[in-house]
C-alpha cells in the first residue's frame, strides 16, 4: 500500500479507536501492537518514519551493561529493571527481525586485575539476566589474547580485556518495518502528516487537526483515544493538550561518525564505558566501516540537529588514542546526531545519570503520553502503552498482546544463508543478493520483480550495491516521498558515505521524479534539499536554506563535488 492509500484511508472520516503521533520507534511499535490486537489504529508522523532519534542511534540492541553497575553501586531499582526489561527484549528483536539485526561481540580493555574481575563479575550477571534469551557468555581474556583479536587496538597500559555479546541492528529499516508490519495487520500509518492541534469534546480529546505537509491541506482526525509517542518532542504534543503543561523530558545527543574500513574486525567491537568527563564511548563494525560513538551531551530539542564540530573533534581525538594509527576529518565518511529523550528527574545533576526507563502518563483530558525509552525496549513500550490505552479508553479488556512472538515482514521465511539461493535464483552478483537481504529479507524477491526496466537493475552509484528497483520499492510500499527519505533511511547510503550520496542523489530524484511525477524544478530542488542538509552534518554548520541549486546539472556537480575530494575506492560490481 503507497502513502495515498493510507491517506485517503486517514481522510474517510470514520474514527479510529487509536490515534498515535510519532512515527519512531515508539510509536510504529505502538501502530503494530494496537493493529495486532484488532484495533483500528492510525499513526502520523511530521516528518519521515525515523527520521529523528530513531534512524541515528549507535545501532546497538542493548541490555544496557553501565545502567547494570550503577543499579548495583546505587541500589538503583529503577537501573536494574531497565538492564532486565532490555536483554529480554534484546533477545525478542533479534528473533523477530533476523534480518535486519544480529549478535556482535564488544570488548573493553582494562587496566587493573582488579578491575578486570569486577567489570567479568557484572556481565556475567548480565548474561544471566538474559536467561534463555542470552546470545553468548562473556569472556575475560589476557592482554595478548585481546590484542591478537583486535590488532589495530593500541592496548599499552591494559592488562587484560573482557568481551560480551550484544545485538546491532538497522535501525532505520527496523522503523519502517515496524510501519509496514503494523499497515499489513490494518493500522493506517501516514508519514509527513503533522498534528496541529487536539480536538476536543466535554474536556476530552477525541481527535487531532492535522495537516499533510507535502500539499498543505488540512483536516480532522475522529478517535476514541490519542497516543503522544513523539520523542524528544512529547513535551510539545503536550502543550497542545495543555499550554502551561511543565517540561518532563531533558535530551542529550549522540554524536556518531563513520570511518574508512580497517580500524575493527567485522566480529569485534570496542566499549568504552567511561571516559574521563563519564561518556560512554563504542567502536563497531557497520556496513563494513567503522562506526565510532557517544551519547549524553546535554542538547536541546531540534529538528534534524546538525552535530558540532567540537564534539567531532572529540570523538577524532579519541579514535586516534585508542588506535594505531592517527585518525582524522579525512578518514570520516558520515557524521550525525541524535537526540535520546530521558524522563526528567530534578535530583539527577546531569544526563549520564538519567536512567532510559519509559514513563507513561495520562493528562485529564485523557492524551496518554509515553516517554522516554530507548530502541531496544520499543516492543514492552508498546505493550504497555496499548494496555493503558485499552484501559483509559473503553477498547476492551480481552485483547492480549500478541508481539513477543511475531515475525516482522521480511522474517517470515527469512535463513542465514537465503541469500546465496537469492543470488542463483535471480542470476544476482552475490554482493547485491546479500545487500538486498540484509534490508528486505524474504522480501527482496519482490524488490527484484519491479527491475522489469534493465534500467532498474543498475547501482544508483557504482561503489554500492543499491539498485535503482530499491528506490522504486521504496516509493511504492515503503511511502518514501523525498530523496532523502531514500538516501537516509529506506536505504543506509547517507550514513555510510555521504559524498556518495549526493552522488546518487540525481539518480535516484530521477526515478522517484517518473514514479511520482515530478517536474524538472522538484527534481533539482530534491537534491539540492539532500546537498544542504548532508553538507551540514558534516561540516557543523548550520545550512543556507536560502541557497539553492538552479539546474540538475549544477545540482549534480556540487553532489560530486561536495564534502571531501578522496581518491577512488574500489567499485562494488553489483551485476
Known amino acids: 500500500m503507497n502513502r495515498q492509500e493510507h491517506l485517503n484511508r486517514l481522510k474517510d472520516g470514520e474514527p479510529f479507536d487509536l490515534l498515535v503521533i510519532g512515527g519512531g520507534a515508539t510509536g510504529c511499535g505502538i501502530a503494530l501492537d494496537a493493529a495486532t490486537r484488532g484495533l483500528r489504529v492510525a499513526l502520523i508522523e511530521r516528518d519521515d518514519f525515523a527520521q529523528g532519534t530513531s534512524s541515528k542511534s549507535t545501532k546497538l540492541v542493548h541490555g544496557g551493561v553501565r545502567y547494570l553497575e550503577k543499579a548495583i553501586l546505587k541500589a538503583d531499582k529503577d537501573q536494574f529493571n531497565l538492564v532486565r526489561e532490555g536483554l529480554r527484549e534484546r533477545g525478542r528483536l533479534l528473533r523477530n527481525a533476523p534480518h535486519l539485526a544480529h549478535a556482535i561481540r564488544l570488548m573493553t580493555p582494562v587496566k587493573t586485575w582488579f578491575e578486570a574481575a569486577y567489570i567479568f563479575a557484572g556481565l556475567v550477571l548480565y548474561d544471566l539476566l538474559a536467561g534463555r534469551l542470552s546470545l553468548g557468555r562473556s569472556r575475560l581474556v589476557t592482554r595478548a589474547t585481546a590484542q591478537k583479536l583486535f590488532p589495530q587496538l593500541n592496548l599499552d597500559g591494559y592488562v587484560a580485556a573482557v568481551s560480551y555479546t550484544d545485538g546491532q541492528f538497522n535501525d532505520a529499516r527496523m522503523a519502517v518495518t515496524l510501519a509496514r508490519t503494523a499497515a499489513a495487520h490494518g493500522a493506517v500509518c501516514v508519514n509527513h502528516v503533522e498534528v496541529t492541534g ?62 574508512k574500513a580497517g580500524t575493527t574486525p567485522d566480529d569485534l567491537s570496542l566499549m568504552i564505558p567511561s571516559t574521563e568527563d563519564g561518556r560512554v564511548l563504542f567502536m563497531i563494525p557497520w556496513q563494513g566501516h567503522v562506526l565510532f560513538g557517544t551519547t549524553d551531551e546535554p542538547a536541546t530539542v531540534a529538528f534534524d540537529p546538525v552535530p558540532q564540530r567540537k ?51 495520562q493528562s485529564p483530558s485523557g492524551l496518554l503520553t509515553m516517554a522516554g525509552g530507548k530502541w531496544t525496549s520499543y516492543r514492552a513500550m508498546a505493550e504497555d502503552a496499548v494496555d493503558a490505552a485499552c484501559l483509559a479508553f473503553g477498547l476492551g479488556q480481552g485483547r492480549a498482546c500478541v508481539t513477543q512472538e511475531l515475525r516482522l515482514l521480511g522474517s517470515q521465511s527469512y535463513y542465514p544463508d537465503g541469500w546465496r539461493d537469492l543470488a542463483a535464483r535471480q542470476r544476482i552478483a552475490p554482493d547485491l543478493a546479500r545487500s538486498l537481504f540484509a534490508l528486505y529479507g524474504d522480501e527482496a524477491g519482490q524488490v527484484l520483480a519491479l527491475g522489469r526496466d534493465p534500467e532498474l537493475l543498475q547501482p544508483i552509484h557504482p561503489a ?77 554548520q548550520t545550512p543556507d536554506a536560502g541557497r539553492q541549486a538552479h539546474t540538475a546539472a549544477e545540482a549534480d556537480l556540487e553532489g560530486q563535488s561536495l564534502l571531501r575530494s578522496r581518491e577512488k575506492r574500489p567499485t562494488a560490481h553489483v551485476m
Not at 535530583?347 to 532510559?356: H, I, V
Not at 518514501?480 to 542523489?505: I, K, N, T
Open 198 to 259: 487536539l480536538v476536543k469534546e466535554g474536556g476530552r480529546i477525541r481527535g487531532a487537526q492535522v495537516r499533510d505537509r507535502l500539499d498543505g491541506r488540512t483536516w480532522t482526525v475522529a478517535a476514541k483515544g490519542v497516543v503522544n509517542a513523539a520523542g524528544p518532542f512529547a513535551d510539545a504534543v503536550r502543550r497542545l493538550d495543555d499550554p502551561q503543561a511543565p517540561d518532563t523530558l531533558k535530551v542529550s545527543s549522540g554524536i556518531h561518525i563513520l570511518l
Open 311 to 361: 564534539d567531532v573533534d572529540y570523538l577524532l581525538r579519541y579514535a586516534s588514542a585508542y588506535l594505531r594509527r592517527p585518525v582524522t576529518r579525512e578518514d570520516i565518511l558520515a557524521v550525525w546526531d541524535g537526540l535520546r529523550p530521558l524522563v526528567f528527574d530534578p535530583k539527577k545533576k546531569s544526563t549520564q545519570e538519567l536512567a532510559r526507563t519509559h514513563v507513561l502518563t
Open 464 to 540: 554500492h550495491p543499491y539498485i535503482g528497483a530499491q528506490v522504486v520499492f521504496a516509493v511504492r510500499r515503503e511511502m518514501a516521498e523525498h530523496v532523502s527519505d531514500v538516501l537516509l533511511r529506506r536505504l543506509p547510503l547517507g550514513l555510510v558515505d555521504m559524498a556518495h550520496a549526493l552522488e546518487a542523489a540525481p539518480v535516484v530524484a530521477a526515478i522517484m521524479g517518473r514514479e511520482l511525477g515530478w517536474d524538472e524544478t522538484r527534481r533539482v530542488s530534491e537534491v539540492d534539499s539532500v546537498r544542504r542538509l548532508l553538507e551540514a552534518w558534516f561540516s557543523g
